[in-house]
């Protein structure tokens, strides 16, 4: 298992721009495909964006295309979701979700993944 714990959430006017950060650590880090899932109140968790192991691999829900961008540090063992043009829609808790040996299309559901954080909360006004 890896630890894994969000950052950057905050509250921001439609239009504005946030990037959140998710630090992992416990196990080797190039060997997990990454991802970010949020949460509305009332709403089941969904899948925002995935990456894989090598960092070239990148899948997008339909609504944050060309608005969002995933990226990855193994180095640093750092995960990223640039967020920009934001809707009040985008309003939700995000989840930062890792997969050992998986593909990055193996993150675009909930199942099969153990690793999550805790969530940080993005507020998007009107």
């Known amino acids: 298992q890896v630890q894994l714990v969000e950052s950057g959430g905050g509250l921001v006017q439609a239009g504005g721009s946030l990037r959140l950060s998710c630090a992992v650590s416990g196990r080797t880090f190039s060997r997990y495909a990454m991802g970010w899932f949020r949460q509305a109140p009332g709403k089941e968790r969904e899948f925002v964006a995935a990456?894989?192991?090598?960092?070239?691999?990148?899948y997008y829900t339909d609504s944050v295309k060309g608005r969002f961008t995933i990226s990855r540090d193994n180095a640093k063992n750092m995960v990223y979701l640039q967020m920009n043009s934001l809707k009040p829609e985008d309003t939700a808790v995000y989840y930062c979700?890792?997969?050992?040996?998986?593909?990055?299309?193996?993150?675009?559901?909930?199942?099969?993944?153990?690793?999550w954080g805790q969530g940080t909360q993005v507020t998007v006004s009107s």
């Open positions: 990456i894989a192991w090598t960092g070239t691999i990148f």
């Open positions: 979700a890792a997969r050992e040996f998986s593909t990055a299309q193996g993150m675009t559901a909930t199942t099969g993944i153990r690793d």
